[in-house]
């Protein structure tokens, strides 16, 4: 089992930064158990900042890539495809007979551009509907409520409720 070092934080911290590797295999590959790992990130605050930094600095990395091949996608772009024929010579040596080379266009890719309108300028590209709960200018949808009912039952029920609002009893159907 290896010792905690300087050149073992800078091994780590290269596979770290250079690929996804998980906590397994970047354990694997530097000869130590998780357990270590992870004890020496409790532990150790300089080795702790370390792996902070190098997973930062991957991510700023991925970022930078993605973004490049969003502006490809969003552009379009051309590569150039060789396909050669060659022949073997009565020395063994190969030779080259043909060399073809064909330029390829790809066009820009619509989901890409839909991808970043929608999230550089969502005020003008919106990929989503809208539902108000309220209408134009906030104003109510539903109109107020009417209860339909016989007229003398709710001017009775309304009589009732303000007399015993006035004399300041609460109203209830339970009473005894």
Known sequence: MSKYSKKMVKKIVSLIKSDTYTIPEICERVGISEAIYHKWKSDKIEFFEAVKKAEESRVKFFVAEAKKSLLKKIQG????????????????????????????????????????????DPENFKNRQLNEITGKDGK???????????????????????????????HSDNKT
């Open 140 to 170: 109510d949808l539903i109109p107020t409520m009417y209860v339909i009912g016989d007229d003398d039952f709710i001017k009775e029920f309304n009589e009732k409720l303000q007399a015993e609002q006035a004399t300041g009893n609460e």
């Open 77 to 120: 772009y051309e590569v150039d495809e060789r396909t050669t024929e060659s022949s073997i010579q009565p020395d063994g040596t190969a030779k080259i007979d043909k060399l073809k080379i064909v330029r390829k266009h790809f066009q820009p890719d619509t989901g890409a551009i839909i991808f970043t309108l929608c999230n550089g």
